[in-house]
């Protein structure tokens, strides 16, 4: 099959011309405008036009409509190249005589199907002619291997807006991601909680916020790609046996009370929650401790409060029963001495 291809474009003639040659069109020639390519049509037989529609000179469209209006080029088939994509577009160029377009940037997979169908086609030309004696089923024949073009037409176009809507959907995601990434990196960074990340395999701290950098002592870069252990120390060992066990076996645990001392003395007690989740693909650990210092510290006060107060109670009744036996005695001795009590008796 003989082409000629219509392209302006210096880099896209060559890459097109490339894709030709890989798909073993090695009779291809070469036009850069619409007027040079009617001259080339007049004097040498292509079979198919590759014709793109914006040309300088006169329009890829009026190039298509002057071949269909030539006697000698009729018959030709006329692949049309755009970067145009709205139905406009595709009416005008099928109204100017196209047979089928195509949408740049063209693929070898997309350019070799289009070819593919316009070597059927132009098989199916061939074949009518030769048996033009019957011509009303010649007609018939090309009549429904146009409908079935267009039809084909139709459904690469729905297939092209398809694909334009998942682009539009992936770019909104793409944009959605983001902003919450954005969202969580403001939440992390201004929660009053200190949260810490680490990596569970070798229990590196990958990040924190600011709440654990100042809860630490420490600038962030020393925080960075050490372990829990370089900066707390846990009151009871168990406490750290048992959430790492539920950590693995639940992949969280929630609101578990620990005490723990940092590298700098400084003991705080926390409620303690952890999730295992991914973050860029890796498995992490995300660990928020709600500090409950001040709490233990009142909830002890309160306590010791109330100790004092069962003391003294205990004290106040064991003097108020030796009063009463005092008197007892008291009344016991006037009897004896025949004086009336002095006590009325409260046992």
Same mark, same amino acid.
């Given at each position: 099959?003989?082409?000629?291809?219509? *392209?302006?474009?210096?880099?896209?003639?060559?890459?097109?011309?490339?894709?030709?040659?890989? @798909?073993?069109?090695?009779?291809?020639?070469? /036009?850069?405008?619409?007027?040079?390519?009617? !001259?080339?049509?007049?004097?040498?037989?292509?079979?198919?036009?590759?014709?793109?529609?914006?040309?300088?000179?006169?329009?890829?469209? $009026?190039?298509?409509?002057?071949?269909?209006?030539?006697?000698?080029?009729?018959?030709?088939?006329?692949?049309?190249?755009?970067?145009?994509?709205?139905? %406009?577009?595709?009416?005008?160029?099928?109204?100017?005589? /196209?047979?089928?377009?195509?949408?740049?940037?063209?693929?070898?997979?997309?350019?070799?199907?289009?070819?593919?169908?316009?070597?059927?086609?132009?098989?199916?030309?061939?074949?009518?002619?030769?048996?033009?004696?019957?011509?009303?089923?010649?007609?018939?024949?090309?009549?429904?291997?146009?409908?079935?073009?267009?039809?084909?037409?139709?459904?690469?176009?729905?297939?092209?807006?398809?694909?334009?809507?998942?682009?539009?959907?992936?770019?909104?995601?793409?944009?959605? @991601?983001?902003?919450?990434? $954005?969202?969580?990196?403001k939440l992390f960074h201004l929660c009053p909680?200190?949260?810490?990340?680490?990596?569970?395999?070798?229990?590196?701290?990958?990040?924190?916020?600011? %709440?654990?950098?100042?809860?630490?002592?420490?600038?962030?870069?020393?925080?960075?790609?050490?372990?829990?252990?370089?900066?707390?120390?846990?009151?009871?060992?168990?406490?750290?046996?048992?959430?790492?066990?539920?950590?693995?076996?639940?992949? $969280?645990?929630?609101?578990?009370?620990?005490?723990?001392?940092?590298?700098k003395g400084k003991v705080f007690h926390a409620?303690?929650?952890?999730?295992?989740?991914?973050?860029?693909?890796?498995?992490?650990?995300?660990?928020?401790?709600?500090?409950?210092?001040?709490?233990?510290?009142?909830?002890?006060?309160?306590?010791?409060?109330? *100790?004092?107060?069962?003391?003294?109670?205990? @004290?106040?009744?064991?003097?108020?029963?030796?009063?009463?036996?005092?008197?007892?005695?008291?009344? !016991?001795?006037?009897?004896?001495?025949?004086?009336? /009590?002095?006590?009325?008796?409260?046992?």
């Open positions: 099959m003989r082409i000629l291809l219509v *392209e302006d474009d210096r880099t896209q003639c060559e890459e097109l011309f490339l894709l030709l040659r890989t @798909l073993g069109y090695e009779d291809t020639a070469i /036009a850069i405008t619409g007027e040079a390519a009617l !001259e080339l049509l007049d004097k040498e037989d292509f079979d198919l036009v590759l014709l793109d529609l914006l040309l300088p000179g006169i329009h890829g469209n $009026e190039v298509c409509r002057a071949i269909r209006g030539s006697p000698r080029n009729y018959g030709k088939y006329v692949l049309a190249i755009t970067a145009q994509e709205d139905s %406009a577009a595709f009416q005008a160029i099928m109204d100017a005589g /196209a047979d089928d377009y195509l949408i740049k940037p063209a693929s070898l997979n997309q350019l070799r199907v289009r070819l593919l169908l316009a070597r059927r086609f132009l098989s199916g030309s061939r074949q009518a002619r030769e048996f033009e004696g019957d011509k009303a089923q010649t007609e018939a024949a090309l009549r429904r291997a146009m409908d079935k073009l267009h039809r084909r037409n139709e459904r690469i176009h729905k297939i092209n807006e398809a694909l334009r809507r998942e682009i539009e959907s992936k770019t909104f995601l793409e944009k959605a @991601l983001t902003n919450a990434k $954005e969202y969580f990196s909680d200190p949260i810490i990340i680490t990596r569970p395999q070798d229990g590196k701290l990958v990040d924190c916020n600011e %709440a654990a950098i100042r809860l630490m002592d420490f600038s962030k870069e020393d925080f960075l790609n050490k372990t829990a252990v370089d900066f707390f120390v846990w009151h009871d060992r168990k406490d750290k046996v048992n959430l790492l066990r539920d950590l693995a076996e639940n992949g $969280e645990v929630a609101e578990r009370e620990v005490a723990l001392t940092t590298r409620l303690l929650s952890a999730r295992v989740m991914s973050l860029g693909g890796e498995n992490c650990v995300l660990s928020i401790a709600h500090d409950i210092t001040h709490r233990k510290k009142a909830e002890a006060s309160v306590r010791k409060a109330l *100790e004092e107060k069962e003391k003294l109670n205990r @004290l106040m009744s064991g003097r108020e029963k030796r009063v009463l036996e005092l008197k007892k005695e008291v009344n !016991e001795l006037r009897a004896e001495l025949g004086l009336p /009590a002095e006590y009325r008796a409260t046992l």
